[in-house]
Structures are given as C-alpha cells and as structure tokens.
C-alpha cells in the first residue's frame, strides 16, 4: 500500500461499475489506477475519482496498473470547476502534463508547478497570465526550449525584438531578415516572456497586463508550441472557443 498526494488528470470508464484514473503524483509521477465500483452512486470513491480531484491517494501500485482504495480531498478547487474560463485553463495545464510525462517517473518541480498554477488560479489570480507563465516553463519539458534574452543570430541584447518560430527565440532589429515569418513584438512582451521563464509561481502577484498583450504572448506561445511539440490537445481547442466567447 502507498500514500501519495496528487491530482487526476485523466478519467476513463471501464466497465459497468469501474473507472481507470490518471494521476499526477510528487512522489510516484504519473500513475494509472482502477478505482472499481467508482461508476456506482453509492461507491465511496465515486466523488474522489473526478477530473482535476487533488487530494491524498491510498492505492497500491501495478506493473501496469494499480488499485485505488481510497481517497480523501486537499482542496475541492471549486471557483476553477465553478466557472468556465478558470475550467477551461485547469483542463489545458493538466492536459498537457499528461502527455509530457512518462508513467511512473517521478518530476516534483513539474508537480509542484502543477498544483501552484491550479491553486492561484483557484485564489483568483490571472488564469491567462498564469497559463502563459507555465507553458514558458514548460517548454524545456516539452524538448523546445527557447531562447527569451537575447537575439539567436548576434547575441545582441537590446531591443525590439521578433519572435522566430522556426529558429526558437528572439531575432533583434538588425537580424529581423533571417526569417522573414517572425513574429513581431513589443518591448512589454518580449519583457514578460523573459521574466516568466525566470519567475516562480509563489512571486506572481495580482498582474494587470493589456489583453493587447497578453493575445500576443499566447499567440506566440501557442504557435510555437503548435509547430514544435507535436501536440495535439483537446483541450486546446475548448480553450480556444472560451478564449472567443471572452
């Protein structure tokens, strides 16, 4: 038997009565567990085997996969689950971790980046914000990190600066010519994206930015992330209608 905190990323029925989660664990990473009889009403795990339950796991492991026995909530998260945007943000950040990770290796500065995102967002702060700052961080996980400080052609570190796609990072004013489909930026976003690679989730406070601003941050990001990781997210594209509807 083992004792883990964790969320679940990932809920799929199984049967009648089961249900197979995925969680996000510190100690463990990523596991799969049957939850059996979790689909009946009465089950005692019925309320704890939901997407985006975060909460102490009793469970024992498997070579494939394990059993959950029980479960018991750290925070019900429910202004995220209560409202749409905040949802739909949740569902992209836990989405993604999913399909970046491996099962059973364990990554406790991602799960801890995880569950400080949800908990902010779940406090009140920025979820846009908040979601641009874990995608720059998660761009090394993903294997296509790039360059936010300085030009990738000269070294040069004085703007303003493009964003290129297909090079990884920043072009400067004079070297704008080597990718001639590089994204323009203003100094306030090729700032933030600086300051978000290097920021902790703990330092980010009430931030009020632009939606001018924060669009071009996500249209960068989302383009880069669209054409370098492979990914294909369901939950990109709710976030996108959300994103419309706003």
Same mark, same amino acid.
């Given at each position: !038997?083992?004792?883990?905190? %964790?969320?679940? #990323?990932?809920?799929?029925?199984?049967?009648?009565?089961?249900?197979?989660?995925?969680?996000?664990?510190?100690?463990?990473?990523?596991?799969?567990? /049957?939850?059996?009889?979790?689909?009946?009403?009465?089950?005692?795990?019925?309320?704890? @085997?939901?997407?985006? +339950?975060?909460?102490?796991?009793? +469970?024992?492991?498997?070579?494939?996969? %394990?059993?959950?026995?029980?479960?018991? @909530? *750290?925070?019900?998260?429910?202004?995220?689950?209560?409202?749409?945007?905040?949802?739909?943000?949740?569902?992209?950040?836990?989405?993604?971790?999913?399909?970046? $990770?491996?099962?059973?290796?364990?990554?406790?500065?991602?799960?801890?980046? &995880?569950?400080?995102? *949800?908990?902010?967002?779940?406090? %009140?702060?920025?979820?846009?914000?908040?979601?641009?700052? +874990?995608?720059?961080? !998660?761009?090394?996980?993903?294997?296509?990190?790039?360059?936010?400080?300085?030009?990738?052609?000269?070294?040069? $570190?004085?703007?303003?600066? =493009? +964003?290129?796609?297909?090079?990884?990072?920043?072009?400067?004013?004079?070297?704008? /010519?080597?990718?001639?489909?590089?994204?323009? /930026? $203003?100094?306030?976003? =090729?700032?933030?994206?600086? &300051?978000?690679?290097?920021?902790?989730?703990?330092?980010? %406070?009430?931030?009020? &930015?632009?939606? $001018?601003?924060?669009?071009?941050?996500? #249209?960068? &990001?989302? @383009?880069?992330?669209?054409?370098?990781?492979?990914?294909? #997210?369901?939950?990109?594209?709710? #976030?996108?209608? /959300?994103?419309?509807?706003?």
């Amino acid at each position: !038997m083992e004792k883990a905190e %964790g969320i679940i #990323l990932r809920v799929v029925d199984y049967g009648e009565t089961n249900k197979i989660i995925t969680i996000y664990t510190k100690e463990f990473g990523k596991l799969g567990l /049957m939850a059996r009889g979790a689909k009946k009403p009465k089950s005692r795990l019925a309320s704890a @085997t939901q997407h985006l +339950f975060y909460g102490q796991f009793l +469970f024992s492991k498997g070579k494939n996969l %394990g059993t959950l026995y029980q479960a018991e @909530t *750290l925070d019900p998260l429910r202004q995220i689950k209560n409202d749409i945007f905040k949802l739909a943000h949740a569902s992209y950040l836990v989405e993604i971790v999913d399909k970046l $990770t491996e099962e059973q290796r364990p990554y406790p500065s991602l799960y801890h980046l &995880l569950i400080k995102t *949800l908990l902010a967002i779940e406090k %009140g702060l920025n979820e846009e914000v908040l979601t641009a700052i +874990f995608n720059v961080k !998660m761009l090394s996980i993903a294997g296509i990190d790039a360059t936010m400080d300085r030009c990738i052609h000269c070294g040069n $570190t004085i703007g303003p600066f =493009s +964003f290129s796609i297909s090079g990884g990072g920043y072009l400067c004013h004079d070297c704008q /010519m080597v990718d001639e489909y590089a994204i323009p /930026m $203003t100094p306030a976003t =090729s700032r933030l994206l600086h &300051l978000f690679k290097k920021i902790t989730i703990d330092q980010v %406070g009430s931030i009020n &930015l632009k939606q $001018t601003t924060i669009d071009q941050i996500n #249209l960068i &990001l989302n @383009t880069y992330f669209d054409q370098n990781s492979g990914l294909n #997210l369901k939950s990109k594209k709710f #976030l996108d209608q /959300m994103h419309h509807l706003k």
